[in-house]
């Protein structure tokens, strides 16, 4: 995942001043992407880049339903990327097993737009991003997902009514997909 930002040189210096580590030097891409890739003091890999003026906000085309941090530790997460990038956290939610989430907003006021949780006591999962990608109806996107020689895990009906599938593509690669409260009750 890429976090906007205006300053990627001071901003990936200031990540690293409190414990992120930087993974290669910043590069520019030929459409003048700025980035720079880190390992947050968690583990988990982000980059802080900053986009050209000529894309406008094109970049942000690009639906993404939730952002699900995994760390290691978060209340030290909670402090990075508050103070760093200026998200907003609400009041953290029980899941049950499924552990307790710090929902965040991009900005004071904002919309929740994802969340971080604790990885400890939850066997197999390493700290990472997790991005929730919006589908019309869960089941067909499973199918898919399997299909392609993906692994699934779910579906999880959360609180809200959405269900959603932690998924790894065939090369291992983990995203969820995430799919709107039925307006029909279950059975």
């Known amino acids: ?3 906007d930002v205006g300053d990627v040189e001071r901003t990936a210096a200031a990540f690293v001043e409190r414990g992120a580590m930087p993974l290669g030097p910043k590069w520019v891409n030929r459409e003048g992407l700025e980035a720079a890739v880190l390992r947050d ?13 000529s894309l406008g906000n094109e970049h942000n085309s690009l639906d993404v339903a939730w952002h699900l941090l995994n760390t290691t530790d978060v209340e030290r997460a909670k402090a990075n990327y508050g103070e760093l990038f200026g998200w907003e956290f609400a009041e953290p939610v029980d899941l049950g097993n499924l552990g307790v989430f ?4 991009w900005e004071r006021g904002g919309t ?73 009750p279950s059975p």
């Open 1 to 3: 995942g890429f976090i």
């Open 41 to 53: 003091p968690g583990g988990a890999l982000v980059a802080v880049a900053k986009p050209p003026t």
């Open 102 to 105: 710090h929902p965040f907003a």
């Open 112 to 184: 929740p737009v994802g969340s971080m949780s604790a990885i400890e006591g939850r066997s197999g999962v390493h700290p990472h991003w997790l991005f929730h990608f919006p589908v019309s109806a869960l089941d067909p996107a499973i199918s898919a997902v399997r299909a392609a020689g993906g692994a699934v895990v779910g579906p999880i009906t959360l609180p809200s009514g959405e269900r959603i599938a932690i998924c790894d593509d065939p090369q291992g690669a983990a995203f969820a997909v995430r799919a709107p409260r039925s307006p029909f």
